[in-house]
């Protein structure tokens, strides 16, 4: 009996030696036919190499997707403090490793009190740099929120790297330096205090920048959680700043920032699903673009010869009808969002493909054009973790450096964001989210997770479009699709191309009636990770000098 038991054993043991020996070979087959540019567990890609690896070292050390991202975000905070930060607000997308979805949303939102005719100031171009223009910042609610639902490592510990950072300094980053060097000297002083030396010379690029006051205020938030910026100490002085700066939040303001869980809007598009925010974020706009030109069967061969000018004429004339939607998309709370969910559905993409006209164009009437702000700030974070779940979250203080007011006693700087208001709405309602251009997406398949955003306001969405154009359509890789040419539609309904775009197809379609400008940079980032047959492919757009990380 006891020999019997003995060869029962032997021969269980022998079979788990098989499955680990089929499981090891496995893994290391997967690993040798992956590129050598691409992952295997897990990869984040911030706008910048450093705050890339802070995210990915957080997964490492096991934290799941939210929490890389989270820490990636903070880091973006300080080195790329004219993007984003704890100031503004964010959007998530999360997939958890079950392939479920939820949408966060953390859109600031409108103060109670606002300045009387705010909105006609709208009208004086684009100075919308002060306290009048701050919403009530919903970021670390974001945060708070996330992590409760989906963190793994201690929420202190997400924040421990852009402390470290903030307090005892880092060079200043080309292009946060490039954005200081033009801070003006006769407004915004307590922006252009911030980055003052000791003999009180504005800093330059590879100067030593601390961000001290922020290291305490995060600190604080890191040891006792998100509630002391929404109620405590910090609320108080936040406050106390801002109503200096002529702005109108109150702490009844912070007391009642809530975020929101919602599902994603879902959309088919080829092979994937792709899901993104509802309203009032711009994901609506973005499969509207999408499903128009899908309906023209792209392919590798379309990008040659007249068929490529063919291509972007469509592009670009699908963009002009986007603009003139824009003042549809609202947030849903205080006005209906079936217009902007009509934009997601097929039946409507091929209406307005059927009034593209493959030889002309139009003017603005055609298009119902709205006039609207095109701002240039924001960042944007992709991260997978191992287990399969990931985020894609797109977080802005608006324009760059906001409303470029700093809070002194907490080293906060505050967003300008209901500046977005400007154009697209007659009235502003207390609480009501600005409308964005913000499409965090996530986009799933059978075999294939792709996660995809982008920063630079209204070029957002040229960003994201062309670079999923030019990768499920074109053949082209995920860094290409990227890397590629983008075609901007502003508001005026000019073109505005990359330096380095076709001159042949810019020429030819100005030939057919469009309005053209040649752009010396244009500022939508887009970075996106991707997961393919166990192959993990991750990008951060060189637009901004951006690196991804993974291991």
Not at 108 to 120: F, M, Q, S, Y
Not at 356 to 364: C, F, L, P, Q
Not at 368 to 388: F, K, M, Q, R, Y
């Amino acid at each position: 009996m006891a020999r019997s038991k003995a060869r029962v054993y032997a021969c269980c043991a022998l079979l788990l030696l098989c499955v680990l020996a089929v499981i090891v070979c496995v893994v290391v087959f997967v690993r040798r036919k992956c590129p050598n540019d691409s992952f295997f567990r897990g990869a984040v890609a911030a706008d910048s190499g450093t705050c890339s690896r802070v995210g990915r070292d957080i997964l490492q050390a096991g934290g799941s997707a939210v929490d890389g991202a989270i820490a990636a975000l903070l880091c973006t905070s300080v080195v790329n403090a004219q993007s984003m930060g704890i100031g503004g607000g964010s959007m998530f997308t999360v997939m958890d490793s079950s392939g479920k979805v939820k949408v966060i949303n953390c859109r600031e939102t409108a103060p109670r009190t606002l300045v009387p005719d705010l909105l006609k100031s709208c009208h004086k171009g684009f100075d919308r740099e002060d306290g009048r223009w701050i919403g009530v910042p919903g970021e670390l609610r974001c945060y708070e929120l996330a992590h409760r639902l989906y963190g793994k490592l201690p929420w202190a510990d997400l924040f421990q790297p852009t402390i470290k950072m903030a307090r005892e300094g880092f060079p200043l980053p080309q292009v946060q330096g490039g954005h200081v060097a033009n801070i003006p000297a006769d407004k915004t002083p307590s922006l252009r205090k911030l980055f003052l030396d000791k003999d009180g010379n504005l800093l330059k690029t590879g100067d030593i920048v601390k961000f001290e006051k922020l290291a305490d205020t995060l600190e604080t938030i890191a040891s006792h959680g998100a509630d002391v910026f929404y109620t405590g100490r910090i609320a108080e002085d936040l406050i106390r700043d801002i109503r200096g700066a002529e702005g109108t939040l109150t702490v009844q303001d912070l007391a009642e920032y809530r975020a929101t869980v919602m599902d994603p809007w879902t959309v088919p598009l080829g092979e994937y699903q792709m899901h993104f925010p509802p309203s009032p974020a711009a994901g609506s706009l973005l499969s509207l673009v999408m499903h128009i030109m899908e309906g023209y069967n792209l392919t590798p061969a379309t990008l040659t010869g007249e068929q490529k000018t063919l291509v972007y004429h469509r592009y670009v004339e699908a963009f002009k009808f986007v603009n003139g939607l824009k003042k549809r998309v609202r947030d849903p709370k205080f006005s209906s969002d079936e217009m902007a969910k009509q934009l997601t559905e097929q039946s409507f993409a091929n209406h307005i493909r059927s009034l593209i006209m493959d030889n002309r164009t139009h003017e603005a009437q055609y298009y119902n054009i709205t006039p609207h702000l095109d701002s240039g700030g924001t960042t944007h974070v992709s991260v997978l973790a191992e287990d399969g779940s990931a985020v894609s979250v797109t977080s802005t203080i608006n324009q760059m450096f906001g409303s470029k007011v700093v809070s002194l006693s907490t080293g906060v700087i505050l967003n300008n964001q209901l500046a977005d208001f400007c154009h697209r709405v007659d009235r502003i309602f207390p609480g009501e989210q600005p409308p964005s251009s913000m499409a965090p997406s996530v986009l799933k398949s059978r075999s294939r997770t792709l996660l995809i955003g982008a920063s630079g306001g209204g070029m957002i969405t040229t960003g994201v479009a062309s670079a999923l154009m030019n990768h499920l359509w074109f053949g082209k890789s995920l860094k290409e699709a990227i890397e590629a040419p983008v075609v901007f539609v502003n508001s005026e309904n000019i073109l505005k191309t990359d330096s380095n775009f076709d001159k042949t197809v810019t020429e030819a379609l100005k030939a057919m009636g469009h309005k053209h400008e040649t752009a010396q940079k244009l500022f939508n980032v887009v970075n996106a990770v991707e997961k393919v047959d166990g192959c993990i492919f991750a990008v951060s757009d060189e637009r901004k000098r951006g690196e991804a990380a993974g291991y």
